[in-house]
């Protein structure tokens, strides 16, 4: 079946978004944002996260559940977050064991020094939303149709999502990105419950950024 090209816009608007506007942020400010300018480039991110949406809507003429996202079973999709969570830190902690006996450094990053813990919540909720909008959901959906394959959508949406962590957490970032993704990726063909792989994704990153910090 030929694609349409309103399914390529979506494919490139999942692809480029998260990597082009914080390159558009950094080439402007410099790599140590401040709150305001934060706040405005995660906003960036969370509305073209709406503008996928509305081209699923209103240009594919389909919902959302055609990439995994519906708004029924929270209990559920809540258990099963938890799950993902457990078995995403453990695949973490195996990617950070590798990058030491590897000598890579990570955890190095201080982008988020001078920033406050509202700041910090709402980069790890657009995380949560929009990378796994973005890199699970549509990609892995669209190619497979695309493709026909899961292993293929898998790569092509694992890799880069993988590589987009080299900026600001080097070489073990990227392992430690691919590890959790990885996971995600298996989660999301398994239950293909999106909210569920939003929630655990939030609070990976929540948890060590904010919870622990405000404490």
């Given at each position: ?18 990597t ?26 969370l509305?073209?996260?709406g ?7 209103k ?5 959302l ?8 079973g929270?209990g ?12 995403t ?21 201080k ?6 813990l ?21 990609l892995l ?21 993988a ?6 957490q080097g ?16 989660f ?15 609070l ?5 950024n ?6």
């Amino acid at each position: 079946m030929k694609t349409r090209p309103i399914t390529w816009l979506g494919l490139f608007i999942s692809y480029s978004t998260i990597t082009a506007v914080n390159w558009i942020f950094k080439s402007q400010y410099g790599a140590m944002l401040n709150n305001s300018q934060v706040i405005a480039k995660e906003l960036i991110i969370l509305t073209l996260v709406g503008v996928l949406f509305l081209l699923i809507a209103k240009g594919e003429k389909l919902g959302l559940d055609s990439i995994g996202l519906n708004f029924t079973g929270w209990g559920k999709s809540i258990l099963l977050a938890f799950g993902i969570m457990v078995c995403t830190l453990a695949a973490i902690l195996v990617g950070i064991f590798i990058s030491q006996q590897l000598g890579w450094s990570f955890g190095e990053s201080k982008a988020f020094d001078a920033l406050s813990l509202w700041t910090i919540t709402l980069v790890v909720i657009r995380a949560g939303v929009a990378e796994e909008v973005f890199m699970r959901g549509y990609l892995l959906e669209r190619l497979t149709t695309i493709s026909g394959s899961k292993w293929i959508a898998g790569a092509l949406s694992l890799i880069p999502f993988a590589l987009f962590h080299y900026q600001g957490q080097g070489w073990a970032g990227v392992l430690i990105s691919f590890n959790a993704g990885l996971v995600l990726t298996i989660f999301y063909f398994w239950k293909r419950d999106l909210k569920a792989n939003i929630i655990a994704h939030f609070l990976i990153d929540f948890i060590p950024n904010v919870v622990v910090e405000w404490f």
